[in-house]
Nanobody, 121 residues
Framework: QVQLVESGGGLVQPGGSLKLSCTAS????????MAWFRRAPGEQRKLVAI???????DYADSVRGRFAISRGNAENTVYLQMNSLKPEDTAVYSC???????????????WGQGTQVTVSS
């Protein structure tokens, strides 16, 4: 059973920084892409950033230049460094792993439970 666990959320003032972490556990052979999504109150979940196995990454226009996604050396960990945070960045941030291959299953997608990020003075 694959599980994704996020950490690093919290309350930060506008202009501050936070770093989110997400680790996938289980009998994982490989993961194609890992991504961060967020859902603000009253809104649909939206893609924030995605990173591929070759380390190429894409970002939502609203966070490009402020956020940076990276993968750990073990490739089952993904980080989201968030700088110059704004109140509109307030949301539940969820980690997603896509194209996960394990002993039991072919390529599948998994989600973490999410971590709250609140930007407020």
């Amino acid at each position: 059973q694959v599980q994704l666990v996020e950490s690093g959320g919290g309350l930060v003032q506008p202009g501050g920084s936070l770093k989110l972490s997400c680790t996938a556990s289980g009998n994982i052979f490989s993961i194609d892409t890992m991504a961060w999504f967020r859902r603000a109150p009253g809104e649909q979940r939206k893609l924030v950033a995605i990173i591929r196995r070759n380390a190429s990454a894409d970002y939502a226009d609203s966070v490009r230049g402020r956020f940076a996604i990276s993968r750990g050396n073990a490739e089952n960990t993904v980080y989201l460094q968030m700088n110059s945070l704004k109140p509109e960045d307030t949301a539940v941030y969820s980690c997603s792993a896509n194209g996960v291959r394990t002993l039991e299953d072919g390529p599948s997608r998994y989600w973490g439970q999410g971590t709250q990020v609140t930007v407020s003075s």
